[in-house]
């Protein structure tokens, strides 16, 4: 009877919660500075490969900071991506089955969305609800939870072995908390194996279930790109990633070995924090557990672990020490590779620590780290745990932290003797296995270890500031993960350098009491008759109260960029009602330091009584215009002729230097401008279909060339035919 109700108790919510299996989709947190795709697969950024299949702009993957996509010199870099892909990978063996039935939701090579969708993965549902403390028309939020994060996407989908997944992920845009995404997992035992939601094929109990969470860490597509011109595993296992495990925080990261300084234009991007600065690879990487099942861990008489394991690897309670695996891999972690690390019945790829005078009493019988690989295997990754029994209708819990720090750590802590596990040249160099800890570089004073004397970390922050994308004091990744273990698990602030957190001491969800800074307020922008852009808001911030908001408005301060990484400029600081741009309940800031067909960025930031900012949650590129003529008049290029740069100042829609493009002015509304070479060659057809009276191009032609010195002829018609033509001059 008991198993009846559960029966109709699941398959009640299964249909509640979906009306039927859906396909592969995704939503994408961009709230904070830490954006991600998720997908309701399982997979997370985006299908595993090596990096040879690139990247989709708009579709981030492990992308810190965001907002980070920028054209160079006419080639266009999608941002500062930092993982080839992650997921959830599962292994059960129901016990109306034989064998182990797998299922690999991302993280894995050969994971491509037509493999994991019907094989590994049944999509069900994906939701992404936002709770903005202000509305979009700038008013307080009255449903806004202060115990809730900003964002949060959920998404279910159901597995051949019988276990559906339900993923919640949180994001926040303040500032101390913005660099980290918190995953909370309910994998139930539904019985449910196929892609119908609505029926249950089996109430069989699941026994020896491996669960293992799987990413591929590659700090970062853009400074790879910029120093050997493409994103790929051949130069990230050759040279520079190093892996590493941080136990005091269970945290896996992976940094790059300097940085990855601009092989061009260094000194000019460190010295004004143009695009982040010149360190174009700072970012350490990584996750951590902030909380594991041990309620259901299996226990000796249910498992099949190999007795060369039995000796060390149970606790007091019967159960295996977690984490059962954790392992580097290289970045190739092709399925029928990586498979049989969840089988409990082989002997495990790493043994267990042994070594009580290495690793302490605490560490021993728990999965090790293969630190003697962290150059040779510095990309992939994965953590499993179990083996679990999972009866018929109960859940396992899990919650993951993915995070992102510049750096894994502060000039102190180097100097203070801070070592984890890994990043040296280990077998490559023939290192001694008990001997696995190494100096944790930083970037202000490089250090020189290992047996291979390298230098690692830079001298960059003893000359250049930190880009302002690092917006408060939470700095090195090791910052950012004792910030998630303190949201998650609701205690004070603890920096675990030398206190551990033991993540299966952590409630089995998430308490997310946090600090509420205020928000940016919700700004529009438009063009005033002269062609001033003009910054408008309301009062909303002014008014906005939450229980344990850190202090009341003190000003507002208007900023401007050429893009939103910087470098910001201050246009100016408005207190309360500051009668110079308040009337009528509204602010209203005019910024007429700018040109017709000039565009840039800008941002509103709120500034407490205490100092602290908000997020820049308000960004916003806006392109100096007034309207198109109604008929056509005269068409003029500008400048013409065009002498290595434009003098153009801000940025352009696609995110070029606004000294790169031409413009064409005094456009009607509705127009098709076609581009001829000399020898009348069509170069780039330009559809300008908008009430705006100019329009910008690159010097790009429809081949995605950059144009050559010479003279164009441009030929403008009208929907109605009438035509307008000209000449200009290119000199590179």
């Known amino acids: 009877m008991k198993r009846q109700f559960i029966y109709y108790t699941l398959l009640t919510m299964l249909i509640t919660a979906s009306a039927g299996a859906q396909l592969r989709d995704y939503r994408i947190h961009k709230r904070g500075m830490l954006h991600e795709t998720i997908y309701n697969t399982g997979e997370l950024g985006r299908a595993y490969d090596q990096g040879n299949g690139g990247s989709v702009p708009g579709v981030p993957s492990f992308e810190w900071p965001g907002n980070s ?26 016990a109306d089955t034989n064998g182990v039935i797998y299922s690999f939701c991302g993280g894995a090579g050969s994971s491509s969305p037509e493999v994991v969708v019907g094989k590994y993965s049944f999509p069900f549902s994906l939701d992404r609800k936002e709770n903005y403390p202000l509305t979009t028309g700038g008013l307080p939020n ?16 159901g597995t051949p072995g019988g276990l559906t997944v339900k993923r919640t992920s949180r994001a926040w845009s303040f500032p101390d908390y913005d660099d980290f995404i918190i995953y909370e997992y309910e994998i139930t035992n539904t019985g449910n194996r196929d892609a119908n939601p609505n029926t249950i094929e089996s109430s069989a109990d699941i026994y020896d279930a491996m669960i293992g969470f799987a990413y591929g860490f590659t700090p970062s597509m853009f400074g790879y790109e910029r120093t050997f011109n493409r994103w790929n595993y051949a130069d990230f296992e050759s040279n520079d990633l190093r892996a590493r495990f941080d136990r005091n925080r269970w945290l896996n990261y992976t940094i790059d070995r300097n940085g990855k300084p601009d092989p061009q234009y260094f000194a000019p991007w460190a010295s004004d924090n143009r695009y982040g600065g010149g360190l174009l690879s700072p970012q350490a990487v990584g996750f951590l557990p902030l909380f594991y099942d041990t309620t259901h861990l299996a226990v000796r008489s249910d498992s099949r672990i190999p007795s060369t394991d039995s000796a060390i690897v149970w606790d007091v309670n019967g159960n295996v020490k977690q984490p059962f695996l954790n392992r580097l891999e290289t970045s190739n972690m092709r399925i029928a590779k990586i498979q049989p690390y969840f089988d409990v019945s082989n002997s495990r790829k790493n043994a267990p620590y042994r070594n009580t005078s290495v690793y302490g009493s605490d560490w021993v019988g728990r999965g090790s780290f293969n630190t003697r690989q962290s150059k040779k295997f510095g990309v992939g990754r994965i953590m499993i745990f179990g083996p679990y029994t999972i009866r018929f209708g109960e859940t396992v819990k899990f919650a993951i932290a993915q995070v992102a720090g510049y750096g894994a750590a502060r000039l102190e802590q180097t100097r203070s003797g801070l ?48 880009p302002v994308y690092v917006n408060s004091s939470t700095v090195t990744i090791r910052d950012v993960a004792d910030r998630a273990i303190e949201a998650y698990t609701g205690t004070p602030f603890i920096r675990h350098d030398t206190i551990p957190f033991w993540p299966e001491q952590s409630p089995d969800h998430g308490l997310y009491k946090l600090p509420v800074p205020l928000p940016s307020p919700i700004m529009k922008i438009s063009n005033s008759a002269l062609a001033e852009n003009e910054i408008i808001w309301g009062t909303g911030v002014e008014n906005f109260t939450s229980p344990r908001l850190v202090g009341s408005l003190r000003y507002y301060e208007v900023y401007k960029a050429n893009h939103p990484l910087g470098p910001w400029t201050r246009l100016d600081s408005i207190a309360i009602g500051d009668p110079r741009y308040f009337a009528g309940g509204e602010y209203t800031f005019k910024d007429a330091d700018t040109r017709v067909g000039e565009s840039f960025y800008y941002s509103l930031v709120s500034v407490d009584i205490h100092g602290n900012r908000s997020a820049r949650t308000n960004v916003a590129l806006h392109q100096t215009q007034i309207g198109g003529t109604e008929d056509l008049e005269p068409v003029y290029v500008v400048p013409n002729p065009f002498i290595v740069r434009s003098g153009f100042a801000g940025t352009t829609a696609g995110g070029n230097d606004a000294n790169d493009k031409l413009g064409f002015y005094n456009l009607p509304k509705h127009c098709i401008i076609r581009i001829f070479s000399y020898s009348g060659q069509l170069v780039q057809t330009i559809h300008h279909d908008t009430e705006l009276y100019s329009t910008e191009w690159l010097q790009v032609t429809r081949n995605n060339q950059v144009s050559a010195s010479g003279v164009y002829f441009y030929v403008v018609e009208t929907p109605g035919g009438k035509r307008n033509h000209g000449k200009f001059v290119i000199i590179q």
């Open 69 to 94: 996509g920028v054209i160079i010199d006419a080639v266009k870099y999608n941002g500062q991506y930092n993982s080839f892909g992650g997921g959830l990978q599962i292994a059960a063996s129901p």
């Open 419 to 466: 070592k984890d596990e890994g990043g040296s040249c280990g077998e490559l160099c023939s290192e001694s296995a008990d001997a696995p800890f190494f100096p944790v570089p930083n970037w202000s004073k490089d250090t020189t270890y290992g047996a291979d004397n390298t230098t690692y970390g830079s001298n960059y922050l003893s000359s250049y500031s930190l």
């Open 142 to 157: 009255a449903n806004y939870d202060p115990d809730e994060a900003e964002e949060v996407i959920t998404a279910t989908w």
